[in-house]
């Protein structure tokens, strides 16, 4: 007689016997396979069941991995620096440093109780010294090769977090982090070039086993365009404006210039009549954030009262500014072609400019022209001498044509901007430079490294535009590396993606002080096989992982430019309709579910709630018919297991059919029906233990083996029960199954009558004509028509008596 479930003495048992012989032994002659959780930053409500089901799904790939045969590395550390563990600090009144460490060990505390394979030898901590010196360390190398530097200008500043941020971290014109409307503000920061890495970053997105709308999200976000840059001279002055346009075919068309607000030359252009206004217009356009700007459709503008000349036809064309451009994207300045731009005509007829068609389908000016005409088609018109041109064609020409008449040229153009990398904040990685007066910018000696955060009672945000650091004097007064004289170390710190654009890398030689990675084991051990995690970090820490992989490549640390072979988002979680989040009260904590169903009860409930990439909506209740499924699947081979049932064809055929299955969901990634399988399969077992008296021993370990990977722990004992001294995952492989063994020796088909089904017959697939249609005869009995005229049968399809 089978012996109850008991989930807690079951785990509690394996628990320890997993960290007394641990079962991912690298013993140098099994392959690598890399698999890889995106890892958290220590937020201070610990962990929910959304991030729960990401660490699932790893587990169950690194243990399926296990079974065939790899030694599996499956780290886990901790993303610590940067704004959430900050604002954190702040909200709770302790020093950052001692809620991360309490976080931290909470955190570990609820990722262990799911009983995951991870090589906590291998645990890496952003905050540490010994890794965030490898941070700096790439940092010096970036500004040596020329892609670290610095620039004033005007940068996304959130009013309440009290610090910059990067283009990617600013959401609907918000804070990603704190929901604050953004601003702007002036001020020297530091920025890494990733634009010199623009095309590869596109162009490699080909080779990347990605999920196609992640890569296309990114390939937006690096946005790049052919076109022609073209200068405008301003009338009555020696000056010129650039603009870069992909629609060089347009020219003649261009009737009107606009520049972004904070355009070197926009207070230059204001006239005496129009200074205050073009002023006023300038600091109203600061105070709003560029995703804001974009957005709005009701465009504003305020003319400078100057004018440029159209290189092309000589024409005078006002100078406007309008805040739907921005300054950071192409020259800051852009010409309008209103007959063929949505935007531009908005504008135009807003403040009654002319709008001149250049492109016109077959050839024919359009009258009265209520909307711009936006067909890359047609023939050009008013055009000068390109009139007649096919404007697809002229589009590719013009700007050579441009360029040989000497007022352009042609111009490769990106939306990707240099990613701004000063933060005005304590919590992060001192950027390791030192300003002195005579040498400029020198960075700390690479055998000074690391550059440690110093202590500090006092650590919240200024809000003045520099760092807490700034008021340290003591650290901040330095002499200079290079001549010895007095100098001030850099005060920002870097953007909490320093580190996590890196660790991977870390994870297999997080004990080496003396390089980032030995050569030896980047070669044997990277780059990641197969990363898990949102895809809301599609083009920040996945971008940022992208570029710092390609430099270190280049730099000769690593041989590969990727960092993620392959990707894998899963959804979120969410409670009532909306996104788990403490604020709005929704939050499930997994630690009472441990406590109540197990842990293997909560890991395969985590799958089974819908498609592992798609959002999910959480129903507590759902678990406990997870938890009746393993008591079940429990009591089936407990009660089996002494049995020495001898197998039959049909327990073969069974068992064939179900590696098939499960193997093909589990390759997909179709996890949720992987579980609803196994109840199928386990239903199908207990059908056949009633009709036959008992399972054979091979079958028993078969579906124990398939379900080791999502329940561990009753797949341990289990194992154990059916005779096994050894774990499951060091005594035996996934499963295989062999087609010809699935296939269906007997079919059951209908007997027609005239075309109506009257009866059923069982076949062996190779049945005969004559065979078959004796069968169907004697089911039909009395229905069979006194006379036939005619007998149909298609094997495997169709019996039909045909009579009078």
């Not at 394996?14 to 392959?31: C, F, L």
């Not at 620039?151 to 283009?167: A, V, Y």
């Not at 990733?194 to 086993?209: F, G, H, Q, S």
């Not at 490294?449 to 520099?466: A, D, S």
């Amino acid at each position: 007689m089978a012996t109850t479930y008991n989930h807690k003495a079951v785990e509690k048992k394996w628990r320890g016997n997993w960290e007394a012989h641990p079962i991912n032994v690298n013993d140098g002659k099994k392959p690598k396979y890399y698999c890889l959780d995106m890892f958290p930053y220590p937020s201070g409500s610990g962990l929910h069941v959304g991030h729960w089901r990401g660490y699932v799904i790893s587990d169950v790939w690194s243990r399926y991995k296990m079974l065939h045969g790899y030694y599996v590395i499956h780290p886990m550390g901790w993303d610590a620096f940067g704004l959430p563990a900050e604002n954190y600090a702040i909200k709770m009144g302790v020093h950052p440093k001692k809620s991360t460490a309490q976080n931290v060990a909470n955190i570990k505390r609820q990722i262990q109780e799911i009983a995951a394979v991870y090589d906590w030898d291998m645990e890496v901590n952003t905050t540490d010294p010994n890794f965030y010196k490898w941070t700096q360390w790439i940092f010096v190398k970036m500004f040596k090769a020329g892609l670290a530097y610095e620039k004033e200008m005007p940068i996304n500043w959130c009013p309440s977090c009290k610090t910059g941020l990067s283009n990617e971290e600013v959401v609907n014109g918000c804070c990603e982090r704190c929901g604050t409307e953004v601003t702007k503000k002036n001020l020297k920061q530091w920025m890494l070039k990733i634009t010199a890495y623009a095309d590869r970053l596109l162009e490699d997105l080909d080779k990347l086993d990605w999920p196609e709308k992640v890569k296309k999200m990114q390939s937006d976000w690096i946005g790049r365009s052919y076109g022609a840059e073209v200068d405008f001279k301003v009338d009555g002055t020696d000056k010129s404006i650039t603009v870069y346009t992909t629609r060089p075919d347009t020219l003649h068309g261009a009737t009107f210039m606009v520049l972004a607000p904070e355009h070197a030359m926009a207070r230059e252009l204001a006239t005496e009549e129009t200074k205050q206004a073009v002023e006023d217009y300038i600091y109203r356009a600061s105070t709003r954030s560029n995703i804001d700007r974009m957005a709005d459709k009701e465009k504003t503008g305020v003319f400078t009262g100057s004018y440029a000349i159209n290189p092309l036809n000589g024409k005078k064309v006002p100078i406007w500014l309008s805040d739907y451009v921005l300054a950071d994207y192409g020259t800051g300045a852009i010409m309008c072609v209103p007959a063929h731009d949505d935007r531009d005509f908005e504008f135009a007829k807003k403040f009654d400019i002319p709008i001149i068609q250049v492109i016109a389908k077959d050839g024919k000016e359009i009258e009265n022209m209520t909307e711009a005409y936006t067909d890359a088609v047609g023939t050009m018109i008013n055009s000068g001498d390109w009139n007649g041109m096919e404007s697809s064609v002229l589009k590719k020409e013009a700007p050579e044509m441009i360029e040989k008449m000497g007022f352009g040229r042609k111009k490769k153009n990106y939306k990707l901007r240099d990613w701004v990398f000063s933060r005005q904040r304590y919590w992060g990685e001192p950027i390791p430079i030192v300003h002195c007066p005579d040498c400029g910018c020198v960075p700390v000696p690479e055998d000074q490294l690391p550059l440690l955060l110093p202590e500090v009672e006092k650590y919240e945000p200024t809000g003045t535009g520099e760092s807490p650091l700034a008021g340290i004097e003591e650290w901040v007064n330095t002499t200079c590396p290079c001549c010895g004289k007095p100098a001030k170390r850099e005060t920002n710190t870097m953007p909490q993606w320093a580190g996590s654009s890196w660790y991977f890398l870390r994870y297999v030689d997080n004990k080496n002080d003396k390089e980032l990675v030995s050569k030896e084991k980047a070669d044997k051990y990277l780059p990641v096989d197969m990363y898990i995690g949102g895809v809301e970090h599609a083009v920040l820490h996945l971008l940022y992982s992208r570029f710092y992989t390609k430099f270190l490549h280049d730099i000769g640390v690593v041989d590969f430019d990727e960092p993620f072979k392959k990707l894998f988002n899963q959804g979120m979680i969410g409670k009532n309709g909306a996104k788990m989040s403490k604020s709005k009260g929704n939050v499930v904590s997994p630690d009472d579910l441990v406590r109540d169903y197990g842990c293997d009860s909560l890991r395969m409930y985590e799958l089974f709630v819908g498609p592992p990439e798609l959002d999910a909506e959480w129903d507590d209740r759902g678990i406990d018919g997870v938890h009746r499924f393993l008591s079940r699947f429990w009591t089936l081979v407990e009660d089996n297991a002494d049995k020495n049932f001898n197998e039959t064809d049909e327990m073969v055929k069974l068992r064939h059919k179900m590696v098939y299955d499960i193997t093909n969901r589990l390759e997909n990634f179709s996890l949720n029906t992987v579980v609803s399988g196994f109840m199928e399969y386990t239903n199908k077992l207990v059908d056949l233990t009633k009709k036959q008296g008992g399972i054979d021993k091979e079958t028993m370990e078969t579906i124990v083996t398939l379900l080791s990977p999502f329940a561990p722990h009753v797949a341990e004992e289990l194992w154990e029960v059916l005779g096994h001294n050894q774990s499951i995952f060091e005594s035996t492989q996934w499963p295989s199954f062999d087609e010809e063994k699935m296939k269906d020796n007997e079919i059951e088909m209908a007997v027609q009558v005239n075309g109506k089904v009257k009866a059923k017959v069982t076949l062996s697939v190779d049945e005969t004509k004559e065979s078959a249609l004796a069968k169907a005869k004697e089911a039909l009995g009395d229905k069979l028509p006194a006379n036939v005229v005619k007998e149909i049968y298609v094997p495997g399809k169709i019996i039909n008596i045909v009579g009078k």
